[in-house]
C-alpha cells in the first residue's frame, strides 16, 4: 500500500493547528491552567519540526536535523507532561527527569546527526519514553477520573508501538527514510492520527470530569456554608429572645428595687434585705451575660482555649466565694475541702465557666437550709471534681434531656429563679472541647451529683 507522505504530512499539520487553537480556546475561556499551553506548545513544536523536514531542501542539512531534532524531543516531553499534569500539580522531580532526559537525548542525537537511521531510533525512543511516563502517571490517577484511564491506553498503544518501530529501524541494512513507503511507516501515520485524536477526545473529556468534580466540590461547600448560615440565623434569634425576655427582666427587678429603697422609709433590716435582692439579682445577671457572650462565641467559632498551668483549689475557692452571696440569700451552706493541691494543664477561663454554672444550678434547686459540696480527686491520670448537693433531684428522663445535645431546657428553682438553659448546654461543650467527660447522678427529692472529668495533662490542640 502506497501512501502520499507529503499529502498526509500536510494534514496532520492542519489537524494539529486545531488541537492547539483548542487548548488555547480552553486556556483562555475554562480553565486558564499552565498545562493546557504546555501541550499546545509541545504539538506547536511538532507542527514546526514537520514544516522544516518537508523544506529541508531549503535550509543547511545539519541545521534542519538539529532543528528539528530539538523541537521534536522537546514536543514529546512538553505534551507528555502537560498530559499528567491534569490536575494542575507540578511534579518538580519528575519535571527534572523530563529536563534531564531531554538534553540527553539532543546531545545523543548531535552525536548521530550524520547517521539517518540511527537519528530516527533516538527520536522514536525518545517519544516512547516520554508517552510511556506520561502513561504511566495517568494510570495510577484511573481511579479519580475515568477518562485518564482512555488516555493511559491510547499512549501506552504508542509508546509500545514506537518501541516496535525503533528496533525495526535498527536492523535495516540500508539508511531509514521517513518518508519511503514502508508498512511500518504507513502504520505509524495511522497510529499517529489514531493517537492524536484520540488522546485529545480523552483531554476534553477528561477536563469536562475536572469541571464536573470541581462543582460537585463547591456545591458541597455551598451547602456547608448555608448550613451555616441557618445554625447562625438560629443563634441570633436565640440571642434576641434571652436579651428581650431573661436579661430584661433581671433588670426591672433591679430598678424596682432600688426605686423602692429611694421611695421608702425603711429600717436597717428591711433596707439590708433589700440590698441583698439587689446584689444576688445582679450576680445572677453578669452570671447570666457571661454565659450569652460565652455560648455565642462558641457558636460562632470566636471562643479561643489557650491551656496554662492551673491549680484547682485556687480556681474552685474563688468561684465558691464569688457564689457566696447567692448561696446565702437561701441560707444555704457551700462546702469544698481540698484534700491536696491539684495542678492541671486547662483553660482557666472555660474552667471557671464550667464550675460556676454547676454551683449556681446547685443552688437553684436546693432549698432554703440545704448543703452543696464540691469535691475534686485524682485517678488514672485524671481529675474527677463533682459538686453535689440535697436538693430536688431529677428523674432519669430529665436527666436523659439534659445531657442531650440537641435540647435546651431550663425549669424554675426552688425560690422560682429563672434560667436560659444555657448553663447545662455550655458545661457540656466546654467540658468536650477540655477532652473531659460529664454525667450526673440524681434521685427525685434526695439530689444530684454533676461529675465531670479533665486530663491532668492537658487537652489536644
Known amino acids: 500500500m502506497a501512501l502520499d507522505y507529503p499529502s498526509i504530512l500536510f494534514f496532520l499539520a492542519l489537524n494539529n493547528l486545531f488541537i492547539i487553537a483548542l487548548f488555547i480556546y480552553q486556556y483562555f475561556y475554562h480553565h486558564k491552567q499552565w498545562y493546557l499551553l504546555s501541550i499546545a506548545l509541545g504539538i506547536a513544536f511538532q507542527v514546526f519540526a514537520i514544516v522544516l523536514f518537508n523544506f529541508r531542501d531549503h535550509f543547511p542539512p545539519l541545521f534542519s536535523i538539529r532543528i528539528s531534532s530539538f523541537l521534536l524531543i522537546s514536543s514529546f516531553a512538553l505534551t507528555s507532561f502537560g498530559l499528567l499534569s491534569f490536575n494542575g500539580k507540578i511534579r ?12 540527553l537525548v539532543y546531545f545523543c542525537a548531535l552525536i548521530v546527526e550524520e547517521n539517518n537511521t540511527m ?3 533516538i527520536r522514536i525512543s525518545s517519544s516512547s519514553f516520554f508517552f510511556g511516563v506520561g502513561s504511566y502517571y495517568l494510570f495510577i490517577n484511573k481511579n479519580k477520573y475515568k477518562s485518564a484511564l482512555l488516555i493511559s491506553g491510547v499512549l501506552l498503544i504508542y509508546s509500545l508501538f514506537q518501541l516496535v518501530r525503533a528496533f525495526y529501524i535498527y536492523q535495516l541494512d540500508q539508511s531509514y527514510i521517513y518518508t519511503t513507503n514502508s508498512s511500518i511507516g ?11 485524536s484520540g488522546s485529545c477526545i480523552g483531554f476534553i473529556m477528561l477536563l469536562k470530569e475536572i469541571d464536573q468534580k470541581t462543582i460537585l466540590e463547591k456545591n458541597i461547600i455551598i451547602q456547608q456554608s448555608k448550613l451555616k448560615l441557618e445554625e447562625l440565623h438560629l443563634t441570633q434569634n436565640k440571642l434576641f429572645s434571652i436579651i428581650a425576655h431573661d436579661l430584661r427582666n433581671p433588670f426591672n427587678n433591679i430598678i424596682g428595687l432600688s426605686e423602692l429603697l429611694q421611695e421608702s422609709d425603711m429600717d436597717e433590716v428591711e433596707s439590708e434585705e433589700y440590698i441583698d435582692l439587689i446584689n444576688s439579682t445582679a450576680k445572677n445577671t453578669l452570671n447570666l451575660l457571661d454565659n450569652l457572650l460565652s455560648w455565642a462565641k462558641s457558636q460562632t ?6 491551656p496554662e498551668k492551673v491549680n484547682l483549689s485556687k480556681v474552685i475557692t474563688e468561684i465558691i466565694w464569688l457564689k457566696e452571696s447567692l448561696a446565702k440569700a437561701k441560707n ?10 491539684i495542678e492541671l494543664s486547662t483553660d482557666r477561663n472555660i474552667l471557671g465557666t464550667i464550675l460556676r ?21 485524682t ?16 428523674s432519669e428522663e430529665i436527666i436523659r434531656q439534659l445531657l442531650d445535645p440537641a435540647t435546651t431546657m431550663t425549669s424554675p428553682g426552688t425560690e422560682n429563679e429563672g434560667g436560659s438553659g444555657l448553663g447545662l448546654v455550655l458545661c457540656r461543650e466546654f467540658v468536650k472541647r477540655l477532652d473531659g467527660r460529664l454525667w ?22
Open 332 to 341: 444555704i451552706s457551700l462546702n469544698y475541702s481540698p484534700t491536696s493541691d
Open 357 to 377: 454554672n454547676l454551683i449556681s444550678n446547685a443552688i437553684k434547686f436546693t432549698n432554703k437550709g440545704g448543703a452543696i459540696y464540691v469535691i475534686a480527686t
Open 379 to 394: 485517678s488514672g491520670g485524671e481529675v474527677e471534681i463533682s459538686v453535689c448537693d440535697n436538693g430536688v433531684g431529677m
Open 301 to 306: 467559632g470566636e471562643l479561643r482555649f489557650t
Open 119 to 121: 537519528l530516527n531510533v
Open 186 to 196: 504507513n502504520w505509524f501515520l495511522i497510529i499517529s492520527l489514531f493517537v492524536i
Open 440 to 461: 450526673v447522678e440524681s434521685e427525685v427529692g434526695k439530689g444530684s451529683n454533676f461529675k465531670f472529668t479533665l486530663p491532668l495533662t492537658g487537652m489536644r490542640q
Open 92 to 103: 518538580k522531580k519528575l519535571l527534572w527527569v523530563f529536563i534531564v532526559a531531554a538534553f
